[in-house]
């Protein structure tokens, strides 16, 4: 991507801007510092010694999703497809996410698991474990680089300095603050965060729309642009998925992203799971995941359409500017959809505001690196290190090793954020990790987890052939074998690795000794006591509106009436 700190491309930051930045910074290295008092076992450091109530995980479960390539690259995906986004929020998120609430938490959190690759070793044995710990921490490595790259992207633009620069000073200040204080301090700061970068993005939509003329004046506008009506209905989505058929579409939107490729990611994903688990019981664990539904519901308004409004109104991005990146080119401007949210501030907000939503773009980048690395350092050090290379070290030794880990880990974020680089819109990107890395997993995750029969053996082989699999499909709509644009390779790779491993584990399974019934107790569903599943509902956890069931419910409803009215 080039360099965008040309005059034309710059953010006109004024000295309150700056002093509004500054003032941030402060108060986030200050809760990672007050955190750190708070420090003194690695369960402290990993899981915030399970203290937190449920609306402080709630907010920091959908902050640390709200991360760089969630804000940006879903405006970039609102300028390139238009309302066919909403799709990974209402489809591809929201069930899933009540779905993690009700099933699956009571077994995560009743089991007492460090990490979801830990739940896996209960299960299936070291195979399973040791695929999915390295398989969790690679991916965790490459989405942290995404996240990475976008904060200097800002900071490039911001004050002009080259972006290898920018990389590091922004993923130092990251470090500081995760490595000082652990998830605790990332998730206090998570809960900021998710406030400041709403109170950045309200304001841009607002003005935004009322330059364009409301929404029927960008709904005229984006009818007479190069993707023409068909951006302004969600269903069936043919831009985004890539098929011609609308059958084919709506099935790859249902099956892939919004089975495969969502149970995937929210109920196996330990970047969110470990909110979740940090919780101090068992029902404000089940309601971390619904209470950050109700957010997620609404961010679409205030990331997808500020995408629309940018792809119609910003210079760079309109005309044959658009076009071109669309046809796989690359625009005259140097723009890419990623910048569309930075042309937009930069054409619309008035300093002082500009500042703020600057420090919005900042606080979502670093929400979700730091939500990258603080489950990273969880998994590499009880997971791998601790289970495989270290075993039976006094407490603080791993907690001096989660600090040391947390900063490898940032050395190799600075390394792949170059991988992100080479993407004009990175929801392509992440959506192709997601089908590597989480949809073989939940595969395995979900028939292991109901099914008692299945072994050891057809965990780990299960887990492989679904990820080869998933390459093999990327592989193909690379090389222009299989002509899938949009992100249709990426469902359809999802689709295909969730298949396989179904299949590959079902063969294996056949062939092979399952383990003793007595072993699976609290693993397997038919085998748990419906009692150890149960939540608290006396003391903090009392009142309907404590009770997950309910709050699902009314979720559930708000959500299906979105899809029919857009």
Known sequence: MPVLAAANLRLDAHAIDYVLLAFYFVLVLGIGYLARKQVSSSIDFFLSGRSLPAWVTGLAFISANLGAIEVMGMSANGAQYGLPTAHYFWIGAIPAMLFLGIVMMPFYYGSKVRSVPEFMRRRFGTGAHLTNGISFALAQILIAGANLYLLASVVNLLLGWPIWVSIVVAAVIVLAYTALGGLSAAIYNEVLQFFVIVAALVPLTIVGLYKVGGW???????TG????AAQL????GNQLTGFGSNFLSVLGLVFGLGFVLSFGYWTTNFVEVQRAMASKSMSAAQRTPIIGAFPKMLIPFIVIIPGMIAAVTVTELQGENKQALIDGGSAPSGATFNDALLLLMRDLLPNGVLGVAIAGLLASFMAGMAANLSSFNTVFTYDIWQAYIKKDKPD?????????????ATILAIGTAAIASQYSNLMDYLQQLFSFFNAPLFATFILGMFWKRMTPAAAWIGLLSGTASAIVVFLLAETG??????QGASFIGAGAAFVVDIAVSVAVTMVTKPREASELTGLVYSLTPRESLKRSTTGEDAGWYRNPGLLAGIVLVLTIALNIAF
Do not use: I
């Open 216 to 222: 029927d004046g960008l709904a005229d506008k984006v």
């Open 225 to 228: 642009g190069p993707g023409g």
């Open 233 to 236: 209905e969600s269903w069936p």
């Open 396 to 408: 603080s030794y791993y907690l001096n090793m989660g600090r040391w880990v947390t900063a490898g």
């Open 481 to 486: 074998v299989w002509d899938l644009p949009g």
